[in-house]
């Protein structure tokens, strides 16, 4: 099982960049894909990015391709989501969840754990 806490939400301005972290305790971080997921209000969870266990493979949604960027540093139990260029519409909690594999995965049934989420707000 792996444990995982997210961080750096926040408000930013259309056109900005934030980077999200998610640090991972547990041994299964390193051989596990990794993924992020968003939730908006009346929306349902959305897939985002993945990521495979030694960062060789990455998978985005069409809506993020070309402005997010997932990478992971396996030293360190850490996974990130840069994200630029950002629009009012990837307002939205933000999760962190780990494969049950690993390999990159883009669907719900291929995450075992998740985190508590960090909040993202982009303002028009």
């Known amino acids: 099982q792996v444990q995982l806490e997210e961080s750096g939400g926040g408000l930013v301005q259309a056109g900005g960049s934030l980077r999200l972290s998610c640090a991972a305790s547990g041994r299964t971080f390193s051989t596990s894909g990794m993924g992020w997921f968003r939730h908006a209000p009346g929306k349902e969870r959305e897939f985002v990015a993945g990521?495979?266990?030694?960062?060789?493979?990455?998978y985005y949604a069409d809506s993020v391709k070309g402005r997010f960027t997932i990478s992971r540093d396996n030293a360190k139990n850490t996974v990130y989501l840069q994200m630029n260029s950002l629009k009012p519409e990837d307002t939205a909690v933000y999760y962190c969840?780990?494969?049950?594999?690993?390999?990159?995965?883009?669907?719900?049934?291929?995450?075992?754990?998740w985190g508590q989420g960090t909040q993202v707000n982009v303002s028009t």
């Open positions: 969840a780990a494969g049950r594999s690993t390999a990159a995965v883009s669907t719900t049934a291929g995450f075992g754990s």
């Open positions: 990521i495979s266990w030694r960062g060789g493979s990455t």
